[in-house]
């Protein structure tokens, strides 16, 4: 049954919304004012004035949430919700905006919209209510929907602010991204200012552009206004002492009033702290604090609700008060409910944007000295005259990013915190530790020579030989360290950087626990720099070549598809191997251009075979790299290659790594969405290597799961990979996916996969990747 009287409706408000996510807080809004007042369709718009476009950021709709498309403000009700900032027709809506087609395909009878503002004022978009029917609402819709509206500008503002510090944060990334790793110490430092000043940006303009003051005065006057209380306050908790308040932000009568501090024993707000809400009907004026000096001697009814952070810690206190005694009080406690979470939300930003600023030389995870500071420590040491020589170690965890991917990144982060503790009980004093981020670690360590600072790197590495025992997981790690020595490998901070990341990268390699930097590994990483250069010519000049490897039914053996697979002949390099060009690509950030050509040619050599009259069956797959899957405009390069070739998208196969998708699994299930809804065939490549979870697969909107060829190889004479290739085939199969095997090379292997449920494969015993032509002679005529 709908709720009928005002407790009820802002009780129902309340619990629905007080605890909802940000990212979701549109869907529900719309879903609970359905709920709450009984009518078929909510939405909730962003109108963009200047281009006259509305942009629906929610519909609930019969029961579901369904999307739309932007369409033109001019016809529409929300074009007169905009000028008037409310409208209201309780029937014949359609007659009255005939243009609107939305109205019409939805067969809406009855419209009301509300205007939504931004926090210092601004229209900014629309609620609708609409019905099939005549509309016809409770009594207490105009204060739900004021209530609603001013919650959605707050988030709205808030949206969009973030995403302006997105696009720029975004532009400047990419920027990095080309400069290449040549400079990689300077770039690294440059993004670490840039992930602190994106921080604080976030934290500043979280709520709406407005800074947090603004924020709070807006709230404490809106909630007055809301709730017809002459008082409204937020205060906030002293951070020395607990018994003393400080008031934010003070309305008597609709006047800022300026704050003060004050005792809370003895007064209705300690009551509050203590017990999270406290009333006072009448009589109010005689429990105030003496510090307001009689001001509010004529208040009878109080309501105070306590703030809490986001681990349930208290922060202050948000209130109102009556001059008259109060008689509805549950409407006035659920409403206060509603923007105790907002002001408590906008507070805890407040205090982390000082964290963060107080923090801005200190990694949070391990208290150890960042980035940035250790830049400043190792430039002041080498600037030091005294300083006569010092080793610096380069840090890096092997493997860590298995930790991360298979019990999270809380436990990951607990991980790293014991690690720092162990590194730095293993030095000596006037040696320098630091985090670089991720899993990097660096030390400077002053006045050692060479076999002194290899025996402090021995100490590091043993430091971490014992397992890590958290909450109950054990996890083993090792660490690879590059040395280098000031001033004999490098007379600057940043080149004793660079080289220490060269021997770092070789220990690595060569699986070594440290290695000193000679000059030799300069000119491996100056070689590999060349290589760059020229395969950054060879994509630019379109130089590259597909290769298409035949993908076949295991039964038949008739063609069902293929892999397009890059080639490079280089006329100075010759045949370069993709298992040595594509790395550096990822490297030097050239993958995602490198991606897009493919994704061309493939279009272009389909269209060619179909102009041949020979028309490829099946879907042609395509890979895609992790960082290429990143990048937004993804489906929109692959729909309009499509579109210019004149191919179906459903002709195309998108093939994207496991460990690529578990990179960033959460953006990664939004995307395939994406790309399936647009007719795109998606599969997951080498699976069984990247360690995701049956909770993120099948949530993936794949259709098939590419079996790695390290498992098929060698199925037949190992029992553990026959047993992960079974499992990898009956879970694929129970998630109504296909499968596919690559590295197919005897009859054997057939047999056992047909066996075990697979009907689809690739590899040597059919063909070799083959040139354009030569697949078209074998398996297209």
């Known amino acids: 049954m709908l709720p009928t009287s005002a407790p009820e409706i802002f009780r129902q408000l309340a619990d629905k919304l007080s605890n909802v996510s940000e990212e979701g807080f549109f869907q529900h809004l719309v879903k609970s004012l359905a709920d709450i007042l009984g009518v078929n369709h909510v939405v909730v718009e962003h109108v963009d004035s200047h281009q006259g476009i509305l942009t629906t950021l929610a519909v609930w709709s019969q029961g579901e949430f369904i999307e739309t498309a932007p369409y033109s403000l001019q016809g529409t009700p929300c074009q007169q919700v905009a000028e008037h900032s409310r409208l209201y027709v309780p029937s014949q809506v359609r007659q009255q905006f005939p243009d609107d087609q939305r109205l019409a395909a939805l067969r809406v009878e009855g419209y009301l919209g509300v205007a939504i503002a931004a926090p210092g004022g601004g229209f900014l978009g629309v609620i609708a209510l609409m019905h099939s029917s005549a509309l016809r609402l409770p009594p207490y819709t105009d204060e739900v929907l004021r209530i609603a509206a001013a919650l959605a500008g707050a988030e709205l503002a808030r949206q969009l602010a973030e995403g302006q510090a997105r696009e720029h944060m975004l ?53 007055a206004e809301a709730l017809s209380a002459e008082v409204g306050f937020i205060a906030l908790l002293d951070e020395q002492d607990s018994d003393i308040a400080h008031t934010l932000t003070l309305y008597v009568n609709g006047q800022v009033q300026s704050n003060f501090a004050y005792y809370l024993p003895g007064v209705p707000c300690h009551k509050v702290m203590l017990e999270q809400e406290c009333t006072v009907y009448e009589g109010a004026a005689i429990m105030l604090p003496a510090e307001s000096n009689g001001a509010l001697s004529w208040v009878n009814g109080y309501v105070g609700r306590r703030l809490d952070n986001s681990h349930g810690e208290p922060l202050g206190l948000i209130g109102v008060m009556f001059k008259k005694p109060l008689a509805d009080v549950d409407v006035v406690r659920n409403v206060l409910q509603i923007f105790a979470a907002r002001a408590a939300s906008e507070l805890e930003r407040q205090q982390d944007e000082v964290r963060i600023r107080q923090l801005a030389f200190c990694d949070p995870g391990t208290q150890l000295p960042n980035r940035a500071a250790f830049m400043r420590h190792l430039e002041r040491v080498v600037a030091d005259t005294q300083t006569t020589e010092l080793a610096l170690l380069l840090l890096d965890l092997n493997h860590f990013k298995e930790i991360n991917d298979t019990a999270g990144h809380d436990l990951g982060d607990l991980v790293l915190k014991d690690v720092a503790k162990r590194f730095a009980a293993s030095l000596t004093e006037g040696q320098y530790l630091a985090r670089l981020g991720g899993d990097e670690f660096v030390v400077v360590s002053p006045g050692d020579e060479e076999n002194s600072a290899i025996a402090t790197a021995q100490r590091l590495y043993d430091s971490i030989a014992l397992p890590f025992i958290v909450e109950q997981h054990s996890f083993e790690l090792t660490v690879g360290i590059g040395l280098a020595l000031y001033p004999k490998h490098a007379a600057t901070p940043l080149e004793l950087l660079k080289h220490a990341d060269i021997a770092m990268y070789q220990a690595k390699r060569q699986k070594l626990s440290v290695c000193v930097f000679e000059s030799w590994m300069g000119r491996v990483v100056a070689e590999q720099l060349h290589i760059a250069k020229r395969l950054a010519s060879a994509i630019a000049e379109k130089q590259l070549s597909l290769n298409f490897q035949p993908q076949v039914d295991l039964r038949s053996g008739l063609l069902i598809g ?15 191997s993709p298992g040595k060009f594509i790395p550096i690509a990822e490297e030097r950030g050239m993958i995602v251009a490198l991606g897009n050509w493919v994704i061309e040619e493939a279009c272009s050599q389909l269209a060619e075979w ?136 005897n009859q054997k292997q057939i047999k056992a996969l047909l066996a075990m449920g697979c009907a689809q494969g690739q590899g040597y015993y059919f063909d070799r990747p083959l040139t354009a032509a030569q697949f078209a002679q074998r398996w297209l005529i």
């Open 171 to 223: 532009h400047n990334q990419l920027a990095l991204q080309r400069i290449g790793r040549h400079n990689s110490a300077l770039i690294n430092t440059i993004n670490e200012q840039q992930r602190f000043q994106h921080a604080v940006v976030s934290v500043a303009t979280a709520v709406s552009a407005e800074n947090g003051e603004s924020f709070l005065h807006q709230l404490t006057a809106h909630m």
């Open 562 to 576: 293929a892999e397009a697979l890059c080639r490079w002949h280089d006329d100075e390099l010759g045949d370069v």
């Open 610 to 745: 179909r102009e041949q009259g020979h028309p490829m069956v099946g879907q042609l797959a395509i890979n895609i790299a992790a960082q290429q899957f990143e990048e937004d405009d993804l489906a929109a390069n692959v729909l309009h290659c499509c579109a210019y070739f004149g191919i179906e998208a459903s002709q195309l196969s998108l093939e994207i790594t496991e460990s690529g998708i578990m990179e960033n699994p959460e953006k990664a299930i939004a995307m395939t969405e994406v790309l399936k809804s647009k007719g795109l065939g998606l599969s997951i490549d080498d699976f069984g290597t990247g360690y995701s979870s049956l909770a993120y697969l099948k949530r993936f909107a794949a259709d098939k799961i590419k079996i790695d060829i390290s498992f098929i190889r060698d199925m037949l004479t190992s029992d553990n990979d026959r047993v992960i290739v079974a499992t990898i085939i009956a879970m694929a199969n129970t998630l109504g996916l296909e499968t596919i095997a690559e590295g197919i090379e």
